[in-house]
T-cell receptor, first 114, second 114 residues
């Protein structure tokens, strides 16, 4: 069974700083997908970024980027120029190719300090 | 506007009662999912459906039931057999590619057992 580990339950940074959230996963599969989802105080989850394991290039979405290290089974999220609206719970998630079920980590609560 | 709606936002239940949580989407998505969220834990999959009139158990299906009679609707019933139903429930949908596609989430229902 796949597992996803987020070792940082809480983090806080000053506005405009850069922050990196960690995620590691365990799988014997070679083809899979990784996600970062954001859950703001409103509690409605939204996708931040998606990475396909067969792509070596790290995914980027505006201020959000990932550092995908397949051999190390690591998938960290970097938020640059952090903004107050980035305050949220962030969940890392994994799904193997052909599987219907996402496996989520326990989340990291990120607070951006003005 | 396309999206997912969940109702009610807050729900209170007496022990021994069944309650049904509503989930509706107008995104024309084939797949729909129900997750449970507890403090300090990630999202755990209760049930999912890839197509109308078909659904599968997730990781924590005991004490829950679902139906998928229409593409747009995927209601979840929390039965009296669920021993600890107090939680936050999230519904999601995606295009039919299993878990590899982005999942779009509703705003959630907070269920409290009195």
């Amino acid at each position: 069974a796949q597992t996803v580990t987020q070792s940082q339950p809480e983090m806080s940074v000053q506005e405009a700083e850069t922050v990196t959230l960690s995620c590691t996963y365990d799988t014997s599969e070679n083809n899979y997908y990784l996600f970062w989802y954001k859950q703001p105080p409103s509690r409605q989850m939204i996708l931040v970024i998606r990475q396909e394991a067969y792509k070596q290039q790290n995914a980027t979405e505006n201020r959000f980027s990932v550092n995908f290290q397949k051999a190390a089974k690591s998938f960290s999220l970097k938020i640059s120029d952090s903004q107050l609206g980035d305050t949220a719970m962030y969940f890392c998630a994994f799904v193997s190719f052909g599987n219907e079920k996402l496996t989520f980590g326990t989340g990291t609560r990120l607070t951006i300090i003005p | 506007d396309g999206g997912i709606t969940q109702s009610p936002k807050y729900l209170f239940r007496k022990e021994g009662q069944n309650v049904t949580l509503s989930c509706e989407q107008n995104l024309n998505h084939d797949a729909m999912y129900w997750y449970r969220q507890d403090p300090g834990q990630g999202l755990r999959l209760i049930y999912y459906s890839q197509i109308v009139n078909d659904f599968q158990k997730g990781d924590i299906a005991e004490g829950y039931s679902v139906s998928r009679e229409k593409k747009e609707s995927f209601p979840l019933t929390v039965t009296s057999a669920q021993k600890n139903p107090t939680a936050f429930y999230l519904c999601a949908s995606s295009t039919y590619r299993g878990g590899m596609d982005e999942q779009f989430f509703g705003p959630g229902t907070r269920l409290t057992v009195l």
